[in-house]
């Protein structure tokens, strides 16, 4: 148990960026993946887990009213722009955003308004990427 307090108070005082690097380093040592942080609405608050497949996610007719925003490919010469979409409507830096649209697919938004979740996709669709809305 000592073992586990060392490593969680090491964590905690970890940048967001050195995180990062550390979720890398155990996805590439022990061949696994790890989500990535989740943002809802336009708090740019991370929320771990997703409640888009919870039935409270859902109108009383049955329609899905919460979606999550998947970026599926990026061309190579609109890189740079679509960057600059995921980091403004995310919240995530500059290097969070870029490594985020470099490890495909990619969930950029869990969680969101419908109108939200379709103007990302059209924006991202307007430099040639491709989005699904799960």
């Known amino acids: 148990m000592d073992k586990i307090?060392?490593?969680?108070?090491?964590?905690q005082g970890l940048t967001l960026i050195e995180a990062f690097e550390l979720k890398k380093a155990l996805e590439e040592k022990f061949g696994v993946t790890a989500s990535t942080p989740v943002f809802l609405g336009n708090s740019g608050n991370s929320i771990p887990g997703s409640n888009a497949g919870d039935p409270s996610s859902q109108s009383e007719e049955g329609q899905k009213t919460e979606f999550d925003v998947v970026l599926t490919s990026v061309p190579a010469d609109k890189k740079i722009a679509i960057i600059r979409i995921v980091k403004d409507k995310t919240?995530?830096?500059l290097k969070e955003a870029k490594d985020l649209v470099e490890t495909l697919p990619a969930k950029i938004k869990e969680g969101v308004k419908k109108e939200d979740a379709e103007e990302i996709k059209k924006l991202i669709e307007a430099e040639n990427g491709t989005v699904e809305l799960k």
């Open 5 to 11: 307090k060392e490593i969680v108070e090491a964590i």
């Open 91 to 93: 919240g995530l830096g």
